[in-house]
């Protein structure tokens, strides 16, 4: 009896593991992207001059975006991380302004004004879009943020640019997945990939990592392991 017992005990724990690795494959790309449709204010609120773009990624999903012309001849394409949208980025868009480039910021499908849902190969068609936007300027920077920075490195890796800034990367979506459910086998489960850690090495511009001791998101580690593996030039930055 206590042996049937015992065996009763251990499907059913099966069961709920399997159950909740089902969920986990479910609810990925709901884990993955917090979009915000509401545009909370515009660049005129803090005092910058900016015009709205219309952009259509090669699958048909219309995008909006902004552009914040600079006095050099320096473009930024802003990549943003996986929650909000492009309203929530206002002071970073001013520390650039200031710095003399210009910005062209833009929501991923599925955020802000933008058609669609976001997915891995979805936001790669977007920042696309955005760079044959600025194919004119021969001065792009890069400037991936979080979730931005898988975007960031997946673009620059199909163009040449000036430079790539990548703020708070991590090395790829199923690293941080485990370390979130560290008894699920996430590296196996995951489909979203942004496999940052492998592409690194190919880059062809100028690196510059920005990654706190104290990210409470993604380690400083993931910072680490993917400063290891860029080629030269590059410098890490450690904000104090």
């Not at 449709?37 to 005129?44: S, V």
Request: aromatic fraction near 10%; charged fraction near 20%; proline fraction near 6%.
């Amino acid at each position: 009896m206590k042996g049937k017992r015992l065996v009763a005990y251990l499907l059913i724990a099966v069961a709920l593991y399997g159950a909740l690795c089902i969920w986990v494959v479910i609810r990925e790309r709901s884990l993955i992207y917090y979009p915000d449709r509401q545009i909370l204010q515009t660049p005129a609120a803090i005092g910058l001059e900016y015009r709205d773009v219309e952009l259509t990624a090669f699958d048909g999903v219309r995008l909006h975006a902004w552009h914040i012309p600079g006095k050099s001849q320096n473009n930024v394409l802003f990549l943003h991380g996986n929650a909000g949208n492009i309203s929530h980025r206002l002071e970073k868009l001013a520390i650039l302004h200031n710095l003399g480039v210009g910005v062209l910021i833009l929501d991923y499908r599925g955020y802000g004004r933008s058609e669609g849902n976001p997915s891995e190969p979805g936001t790669y068609r977007d920042a696309e879009a955005a760079f044959t936007y600025l194919a004119s300027s021969a001065n792009i920077i890069l400037y991936g943020e979080s979730l931005g920075t898988g975007v960031a490195i997946e673009l620059a890796m199909h163009h040449r640019v000036r430079g790539v800034i990548l703020e708070a990367p991590f090395t790829s979506v199923p690293d941080v997945g485990q370390e979130l459910f560290p008894y699920l086998p996430i590296r196996l489960l995951a489909r979203t990939r942004y496999d940052n850690l492998r592409k690194i090495p190919q880059l062809n511009a100028p690196l510059l990592i920005l990654h706190s001791r104290d990210d409470e998101v993604f380690s400083f580690t993931h910072a680490q392991r993917l400063f290891a593996a860029a080629p030269e030039p590059k410098r890490l930055l450690i904000p104090v």
